[in-house]
């Protein structure tokens, strides 16, 4: 009979083992890794300059927990406007309204999610979404019609404001 060499065997689990804490290291960067959504703004002004043309959103997934997840998301609504408070919130929605700097004041548009991280939204809801009417600012986070892996509602965790601007948290059951 002859001898199974175990040599190349023991060197390929010494070099899994090895590799282990830098794959494992790997894989939580790139669950705590932030995603910059793009909100294009559609305007109804003949003068486009008074419209910003796009919002950058900043949203980032919680480490997993079991049997949940979480998103917690802001922007910086401060560049737009000042005086920002929350209008109306419930379990499934929040709606933040501030006063529209002078630069924007004239504007009259909407704006939706078409970018995440450089590349097309191709998401079921469209839940982040701003209004800019009459001199006021609308940031939107909507889960309605938005579900889980369990066919339960996402829903809204937190809501607040931190250095004047919109922060929330979002999350379903996994």
């Not at 939580?28 to 910003?52: D, G, M, R």
Request: aromatic share 10%; charged share 20%; net charge positive.
């Amino acid at each position: 009979m002859s001898m199974i060499s175990f040599r190349p065997l023991i060197l390929i689990i010494g070099t899994s083992i090895g590799l282990l804490p830098l794959l494992s290291n790997w894989c939580v960067q790139a669950q705590n890794q932030s995603q910059k959504i793009e909100l294009k703004v559609y305007s109804e002004n003949e003068q486009k300059q008074s419209c910003p043309d796009k919002v950058i959103v900043t949203e980032k997934s919680r480490p997993y927990q079991e049997g949940s997840f979480a998103t917690d998301g802001s922007i910086n609504l401060s560049a737009y406007a000042s005086n920002i408070s929350v209008q109306a919130s419930n379990r499934f929605s929040v709606t933040w309204v501030g006063t529209l700097k002078p630069k924007y004041a004239r504007c009259f548009a909407s704006a939706g999610m078409t970018k995440v991280d450089g590349q097309d939204y191709s998401g079921k809801i469209n839940y982040l979404r701003m209004h800019f009417v009459k001199g006021k600012v609308y940031f939107i986070l909507d889960l309605a019609g938005g579900s889980d892996a369990n066919d339960y509602p996402l829903v809204v965790l937190k809501n607040s404001l931190k250095n004047g601007n919109p922060n929330w948290t979002w999350g379903g059951t996994d």
